[in-house]
């Protein structure tokens, strides 16, 4: 037999409501008010301070054990070298990432089991972590699996001026954690990317982009104006503007320059560089108009090796 809802059913079960949730709040102040909060809280508070000393502490160690080895004055150094330093740095800022994870992650499982009042084992509370990440931060766990292919293909590191897709900023890796990677752009920004979103990475392993630009001038005169204009600005690029090579033959003189920049910004050899050459050279004196190419030599020797030559005759 259903029962009806009448006012005084109504009114009665909003007594009832009223009178639990009355309960409740006072049963939260008195146990606010107890000792036995209050030491919990002290507790908890002097969890977080011994935690956050043996962060830092821990933090201020982990270079040093890395860096064991490393020569405090680095000049010129070769390439195995600056891969090394790289490599290290990679380390160093990953293990910093684990720990502040692992660190807290702890304090905070603990300080529930303090609360709760229930000892939480390693296994429980690792059972536990692993069942919130599952269900409620599938990106995170999609972020920390990208981070360890990232890391496993080495892809990238600490010192690498990297671009990402599908976001395509560009930057130089300041950190790699185990969810994200930060990028400082060259105007300056710091970028942070969360690593299962990255779809594809472009390496430039040297640091800059390198461009050799070809000018055919009519005279002479036009090729010391050239030549001097190369002075100009030179702290914009990585490289500097250099001559590496000039053609002398009858009514032409050939000039080929070299120069870095950081990637990204090869606007200032297509636009800034080659705008100089022709300010400086004038108009009437340019055969044509600069070649510019971008092609690195020392790629372009490991392609050679790879393609089979043709056998003559």
Request: net charge positive.
């Amino acid at each position: 037999m259903s029962r009806s809802w009448t006012p005084a059913v109504l009114q009665d079960a909003a007594a009832h409501g009223l009178q639990g949730a009355g309960g409740l709040a006072e049963s939260l102040i008195q146990y606010l008010k107890s000792s036995e909060f209050v030491g919990n809280l002290i507790s908890a508070v002097a969890l977080i301070v011994l935690a956050t000393a043996f962060y830092k502490l821990a933090s201020r160690l982990i270079p040093r054990l890395f860096r064991l080895g490393r020569p405090r004055e680095e000049g010129v150094l070769d390439e195995a070298a600056l891969a090394r330093i790289k490599h290290q740095d990679t380390a160093i800022t990953l293990a910093r990432h684990i720990l502040r994870y692992s660190v807290f992650g702890t304090v905070a499982l603990v300080i529930l089991s303090i609360f709760l009042r229930q000892t939480l084992p390693a296994v429980a509370g690792a059972s536990i972590l692993v069942a919130i990440i599952g269900f409620s931060a599938q990106s995170f766990l999609r972020d920390i699996i990208a981070g360890f292919f990232i890391l496993f293909e080495g892809q990238y590191g600490v010192g690498d001026f990297v671009r990402l897709e599908p976001t395509k900023v560009s930057g130089l890796v300041e950190e790699f954690g185990i969810r994200t990677t930060k990028l400082r752009t060259p105007s300056g920004e710091l970028v942070f990317v969360p690593n299962g979103s990255i779809t594809g990475v472009t390496n430039y392993v040297s640091g800059q982009q390198r461009f050799t630009v070809e000018v055919q001038l009519k005279d002479d005169g036009a090729a010391t104006r050239v030549s001097r204009s190369l002075e100009e600005s030179a702290s914009l690029y990585v490289s500097p503007p250099r001559l590496i090579s000039r053609e002398d033959r009858e009514g032409m003189v050939r000039l080929r320059i070299r120069v870095g920049v950081l990637p990204s910004t090869e606007g200032l050899v297509r636009e800034g560089l080659v705008g100089r050459i022709k300010a400086a050279a004038g108009e009437d004196a340019l055969l044509a108009e600069p070649l510019i190419y971008d092609v690195d030599s020392s790629s372009l020797g490991r392609i050679r090796r790879l393609v089979p030559r043709e056998k003559g005759g």
